[in-house]
């Protein structure tokens, strides 16, 4: 491995960034400057190692797609002077940036690897200064000057995920993260170990653009037994909404009453774009399964096939700041972009 290649930390914030102040015992960030102190291992890489640290740092419950955008023009910035990006990123919504930046890098031909920790760096058992160190090595792996992971990915416990494929399924266990509807792009024992088939690999070497216009006016309607009409229409009627995410039962199933598919043609009638993902951990929609399925396509409802909750809200996002004509939208949408359907 050519141990001159560079690698730009970028720490948003999260407890992977924290360490016990000698002063007050209490948990402060440290100052990334200092990395190759906290975790002096980094040095026997070689590597070019810089960072640049979000000021104020952001808690992940407080992300939102400002942040996104921030990270994404870093990025650009700094795309010919590195070979690869390290994002250090809060646990709960690290699912979201990393899919968003999916779809805002395009044509992207370098590693972006999004990583954290459930316990602060500087304690005893942290699983920080592992989750740092691979993700820094995986993003400079190189073979024959071809990086081995050229996307945006979550690397945690272990295992490297395709980053919109990821969702945090754990609250307390090192291993947080799962990607129930794709394989690992990587696995960490012994040796790094990569799963080159599902891996991208972009044939043709392009220069990175970014899209950072984004559209917020989306929402998530979560079905559940005994909702009511009016809950529906509060939703659907939300000023200036644009789109809904719908949470369905199983393979994209949803109540056949009336007064619900009326809502949701009433909706669709106003160019309101419903989006169906299924409630369940893994698997995919298919409405034309089931007759409830089949009612919900019959009024315009579109597949969102085996996409995360995190990267449809992000995908939407994206699509409705890219494009004005609801056509186009619907086309991209039943289509994969950056690797997040199995289509």
């Known amino acids: 491995m050519n141990k001159k290649r560079s690698i730009l930390i970028i720490y948003t914030g999260g407890t992977i960034g924290m360490i016990k102040s000698h002063d007050t015992g209490s948990l402060t960030p440290f100052d990334f400057n200092q990395i190759l102190i906290e975790v002096p291992e980094l040095k026997r890489f070689g590597f070019n190692l810089s960072t640049i640290s979000f000021s104020p740092i952001i808690d992940s419950s407080n992300l939102n797609p400002e942040v996104w955008i921030k990270l994404a023009e870093l990025i650009k910035e700094n795309y010919d002077s590195y070979d690869g990006f390290v994002v250090l990123h809060g646990t709960d919504t690290m699912a979201y940036s990393a899919s968003a930046l999916s779809f805002m890098l395009e044509n992207l031909d370098k590693p972006v690897i999004f990583t954290g920790s459930q316990l602060p760096i500087g304690t005893l058992r942290t699983d920080g200064k592992e989750n740092l160190i691979s993700a820094i090595e995986i993003a400079a792996s190189e073979k024959n000057g071809q990086p081995l992971a050229p996307e945006v990915c979550v690397y945690f416990e272990n295992k490297l995920m395709r980053g919109n494929r990821t969702t945090k399924y754990s609250a307390e266990h090192f291993n947080a993260f799962e990607t129930p509807n794709y394989p690992n792009l990587a696995v960490a024992g012994i040796d790094i170990k990569f799963n080159y088939s599902a891996v991208h690999y972009p044939t043709n070497k392009k220069q990175l653009k970014i899209y950072t216009k984004l ?23 939300i000023n200036e909404l644009k789109a809904i995410v719908l949470e369905t039962y199983g393979a994209g199933n949803a109540p056949t009453e009336k007064w619900f598919l009326e809502e949701l043609e009433q909706a669709i009638q106003q160019d309101k774009i419903i989006l169906n993902v299924t409630q369940c951990s893994a698997g995919s929609v298919d409405m034309s399964k089931y007759e409830t399925g089949c009612a919900l396509l019959n009024l315009g409802v579109l597949s969102g096939y085996d996409i995360t909750t995190e990267a449809a809200v992000a995908k939407l996002m994206h699509l409705l700041g890219r494009y004005d004509d609801i056509t186009q939208i619907k086309i991209m949408l039943n289509q994969s972009i950056s690797g997040e359907i199995s289509k």
């Open 215 to 237: 559209n917020t006016n989306v929402a998530i309607l979560k079905i559940f037994p005994g909702m009511s009409r009016e809950v529906l229409k509060a939703i659907i009627n």
